[in-house]
């Protein structure tokens, strides 16, 4: 059940960066970041099985979640980052026989250890 993020560096403003979630045997996984001294939020999630994403309305058109089922992989994709998306990344799962997709960091059961995205102006 555990998850492994990847991906995360430094980059410039305009920039893209994929990131990868090692998440085998979950039917969600959603992305959250949080930048130093604020709460976890949400970015995107995923039903691995339809395939179906819902996002929080501040990527919407710049980052783009998908999954290969055959790798148990879920990427986020996101392009024109700007400055205020640095933070740290964490993928997360909710239970195993769980197919809804939720919002709320606290109905994710399963988490990763976060990758770093640093974005300069």
């Known amino acids: 059940v555990q998850l492994q993020a990847s991906g995360g560096g430094l980059v410039q403003a305009g920039d893209s960066l994929r990131l990868s979630c090692a998440a085998s045997?979950?039917?969600?996984v959603g992305w959250f970041y949080q930048s130093p001294g604020k709460v976890r939020e949400f970015i995107a999630a995923i039903n691995v099985n339809s395939g179906s994403p819902v996002y929080t309305d501040s990527v919407k058109g710049r980052f783009t979640i998908a999954r290969d089922n055959a790798k148990s992989t879920v990427y986020l994709q996101m392009n024109s980052l700007k400055p205020e998306d640095t933070g740290i990344y964490y993928c997360?799962?909710?239970?195993?026989?769980?197919?809804?997709?939720?919002?709320?960091?606290?109905?994710?059961?399963?988490w990763g250890q976060g990758t770093l995205v640093t974005v300069s102006s």
């Open positions: 045997g979950h039917n969600v």
């Open positions: 997360a799962a909710r239970g195993n026989r769980i197919t809804v997709i939720a919002r709320s960091p606290s109905q994710y059961a399963y």
